[in-house]
């Protein structure tokens, strides 16, 4: 690790370090910022947040909110990779995207972030309605996946 990488990571966190991989980007990581911004509240990179792209572990590993990269899927954690073994999948055996695990965990929240005050009930309704369709009508594996986190 370079002496600048270890001085950032060792500085204290002025703002919560949002990442994902750097390089070329693709719908599902955008989609997961937007959500994420959305249903955090947060305003543009810099203002109220960092966006790291790298590929650097130990950058990543230090990030507070990680989606597309890492290895790693752990809601808890707040880590929402998709190319590892053992990644979540809807019940016919497709890949969630890591967009897809990041709606399981905040698509409530951003949806309600974009609905007036007092429609939570609402927002519920939208944000499960669309991931029903996305895996494929079937709740039942988003409901195991919400009962156990996996």
């Known amino acids: 690790m370079s002496e600048s990488s270890r001085r950032a990571l060792m500085a204290p966190k002025i703002l919560p370090v949002l990442g994902t991989h750097g390089g070329k980007f693709h719908c599902d990581e955008v989609f997961a910022y937007v959500v994420l911004r959305l249903a955090l509240g947060l305003k ?3 203002e109220d947040h960092a966006l790291l792209r790298t590929r650097k572990a130990e950058l990543i ?6 989606w597309d990269v890492g290895g790693v899927f752990d809601a808890a954690g707040r880590r929402f990779d998709h190319h590892q073994r053992g990644a979540p999948v809807r019940e016919d055996g497709t890949p969630f995207s890591s967009a897809g695990l990041v ?11 974009l609905l007036p005050a007092g429609s939570e009930a ?7 309605t669309s991931m029903e369709a ?10 195991a996946w919400r009962s156990t986190g996996r």
Do not use: T
């Not at 709606?103 to 972030?113: C, Q």
């Open 122 to 128: 609402f927002a519920q309704k939208i944000a499960w």
């Open 103 to 113: 709606w399981l965990v905040f698509g409530e929240a951003a949806v309600a972030a």
């Open 44 to 46: 543009a990179a810099g």
């Open 61 to 66: 590993e230090a990030a507070d909110i990680v």
């Open 134 to 143: 996305w895996c494929g009508g079937s709740m039942r594996s988003i409901m």
